[in-house]
């Protein structure tokens, strides 16, 4: 890790009903999401390639760049795990559907990220 940036661990957890199994593509991102009129901006993101299946955790780091973080700012953590292997959501993804903040001022640096399927 460069000393610029600031690792956030992150630990996806795949719904023990889930029907997805086997290899997918798992998209965690760190948005800015201060705007409440407009889009959140991706300020850091990682991809990887991994077997799933139901009751998983995933657990990842994702390198957020420091100059991207203000402290008077807000920020939300996000996931998806595509059987199809795109940046798509579909029906059988597993996504996030609750806020996960992250909360630079209080250090936090670990955070626990749910994941539902969409139906």
Do not use: F, W
């Not at 009903?17 to 991102?29: H, I, N, P, T």
Request: charged content about 30%; proline content about 8%.
């Amino acid at each position: 890790m460069a000393a610029n940036k600031t690792p956030v661990e992150v630990d996806i957890i795949l719904p023990p009903d889930c029907s997805q199994s086997g290899e997918a593509l798992v998209r965690v991102l760190v948005e800015d999401v201060s705007e409440l009129d407009a889009p959140a901006k991706i300020i850091a993101q990682k991809q990887l390639e991994t077997n799933v299946e139901p009751g998983k955790h995933i657990v990842t780091s994702v390198d957020v760049p420091l100059d991207k973080l203000d402290p008077r700012r807000s920020y939300n953590v996000r996931a998806h795990v595509s059987r199809n292997q795109t940046d798509v959501i579909e029906r059988g993804d597993l996504i996030t559907t609750q806020s996960i903040p992250l909360r630079i001022e209080k250090q936090e640096t670990r955070l626990s990220v749910p994941l539902r399927e969409v139906r």
